[in-house]
Each structure stands twice: as C-alpha cells, then as structure tokens.
C-alpha cells in the first residue's frame, strides 16, 4: 500500500497502525515523493489526499493523473473534505475509486484499507486455486 499525505501527524498515526495490522506501507509526504514511489513499484492500494497543499489546484490534479495512470490495478483510496466541483466532475467515471469524505477517525481508514486488502486475497487465492 502507498499512503500519500502531507499532514505527518496524521500520516504517521495512519502509517504505524496499518503496519500493527500487518500491511505492508510506504509513505510519501509529498506528491513528488508519491510520483516516485508509483513509478518504482506497484501497490495494491494507493491512499491519497487529494488536497496535498491545502487546496485543490493544478499540481494535485497532475498527482491525481498520476496516480489513476500508474496505478496498474490498485485500489484507490483519495481523501478529501471536498466532493463537489472539479475534483468531482473529473473523477465521475473512474473505476477501482473511492472517494472518502474528512473527516473520518483513523480506525475507519484502517477498516477499509484491511477490508479490501482481505477481499483482495481471498479473490487472489481463489483465483489460483481454480
């Protein structure tokens, strides 16, 4: 899973407790660090605030492309406190989105990261069984 938020407070809450459950997390505080980390390797889940600098402008959109292009088949996960207008008309027709209204206590996130995760693998095993 790759988490990409700037807020370390609640990025390294986050981060700690999914590797408690047993997720295996990068972290990337910055949508350059987030660009990265996609284009090294791929994940399962990608967990990303849309409003990186505290506002949706151009470079959260290019993090945005970014992501749903690099992705290869993750899951993703985009944070935000603002569902409507741009960032809504864009993301309308995505596949494989959620979209994950703030605030939201972190043991939800934890929830939906770990369920997924877990339908992941039993689709995955099933899928290598049959």
């Known amino acids: 899973m790759l988490l990409i938020d700037d807020d370390e407070l609640i990025s390294r809450a986050l981060y700690d407790e999914l590797l408690v459950q047993g997720c295996k997390v990068d ?4 949508a350059e660090e987030g660009e990265r980390a996609l284009g090294q390797r791929e994940y399962a889940i990608v967990l990303v605030d849309a409003y990186l600098t505290g506002q949706l402008n151009e470079r959260a ?6 992501v749903l292009e690099l992705r290869r088949g993750a899951y ?4 935000t406190a603002y569902r409507a207008g741009a960032l809504q008309e864009r993301l309308r027709a995505v ?3 959620t979209i994950v209204d703030k ?5 939800m996130l934890i929830e939906l990261v770990t369920g997924f995760l877990s339908i992941r693998q039993t689709r995955t095993t099933a899928g290598s069984n049959g």
């Open 27 to 30: 972290l990337a505080l910055s």
């Open 76 to 79: 993703v996960l985009l944070v």
């Open 103 to 107: 605030p939201l206590p972190v043991w």
């Open 95 to 97: 596949p494989s989105l």
């Open 61 to 66: 959109f290019g993090l945005l492309d970014r």
